[in-house]
């Protein structure tokens, strides 16, 4: 039986020590801030967005949400942007997405200073990640990483299969791997033979969206396995994109749904908010 990687308990163990370094930054008179913009009534991202208004109030960021009408142009999303970027009391700036269809996410994100971009999703601080430099990753790859940290799970040399090409999380866990020295496969929609694919993981992190998509017969024995997805099943129960009850005989690892990604993505962007905090008083001094 594998190890439940139990994201659940080490995301609050990460959120004590975020509380400690955000009362030191208020010891020293900085009080950090998160805005985030929400466009539209998506109701997900409304839920989204108040879990992570739950998570800075426990850890004693200030949350400011900006709710934009659905049918708002292009240049007051901008501007909204540049004025949150000029302001001093803003940390880190989150744009939630989706975002209505005739908006263009990609200038927003380019618009986003880099160094408030606690999403990690400005090209620039996506390429410091290509480069292996300092910068912030885009929260759930990246918590995702402290979840090997935690259970010292070395990805070198290791075949990772990444199975899922977003930009939020397929695209920049590729990177994050490689920077730990594992050697990358990344499948998607159009991949041919998935099977060949999965079954030669070590580590097998499955980001598409889809309920038990993976099944026991498409591992190998003492595979380590992350799962992104959030899905319903039939009877309307939360599931993730992997077959748990069957696959978890055989892994060494593995992540429930819920309790195992999804906790650590927050935690992940509470550090990006104190990180982005910290790092304004660095370059004040
Ligand atoms: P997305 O919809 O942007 O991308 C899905 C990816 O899956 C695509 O790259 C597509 O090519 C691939 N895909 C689809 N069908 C496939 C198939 N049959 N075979 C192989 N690949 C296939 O998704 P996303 O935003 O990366 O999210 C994926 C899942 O992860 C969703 O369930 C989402 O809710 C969840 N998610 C969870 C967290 C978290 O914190 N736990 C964060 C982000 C996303």
Not at 66 to 73: G, H, M, S, V
Not at 216 to 241: A, C, P, Q, W
Request: aromatic content about 4%.
């Amino acid at each position: 039986m594998a190890v439940i990687i139990d994201g659940k308990k080490l995301a609050k163990e990460i959120r004590e020590k975020l509380k400690i370094r955000c009362e030191d930054l208020k010891k020293s008179g900085i009080q950090p801030k998160l805005a985030v913009i929400l466009i539209g009534n998506d109701k997900p991202s409304q839920i989204y967005v108040k879990n992570k208004s739950k998570a800075c109030e426990e850890i004693g960021i200030l949350f400011k949400e900006y709710l934009l009408d659905e049918k708002i142009e292009q240049k007051e999303l901008i501007n909204l942007i540049d004025k949150l970027n000029k302001d001093t009391t803003v940390h880190g700036i989150l744009l939630q997405s989706p975002i209505p269809n005739h908006l263009d996410i990609n200038e927003a994100f380019r618009k986003i200073s880099p160094e408030k971009d606690v999403d990690g999703f400005n090209p620039i601080n996506v390429g410091k990640l290509v480069l292996n430099q300092d910068t912030f990753v885009s929260c759930t790859p990246f918590g995702i990483m402290k979840m090997f940290e935690a259970y010292n799970i070395d990805l070198t040399g290791k075949n990772v299969t990444i199975i899922g090409r977003s930009n939020i999380v397929g695209k920049p866990l590729i990177q994050c791997c490689l920077n730990k020295n594992a050697t990358v496969t990344v499948c998607h929609s159009k991949t041919k033979d998935l099977k060949e694919h999965t079954k030669k993981a070590d580590i097998l992190i499955v980001a598409i969206g889809k309920s038990k998509f993976i099944t026991e017969d498409m591992v190998k024995n003492g595979v380590v396995v992350i799962d992104v997805g959030i899905n319903r099943d039939e009877n309307g129960k939360l599931t993730g994109d992997v077959d748990f009850e069957n696959i978890e005989k055989k892994a060494s690892f593995i992540t429930p749904v819920p309790g195992g990604v999804g906790p650590m993505t927050i935690a992940m962007l509470m550090n990006n908010v104190l990180k982005a905090t910290e790092n304004i008083r660095i370059n004040a001094k």
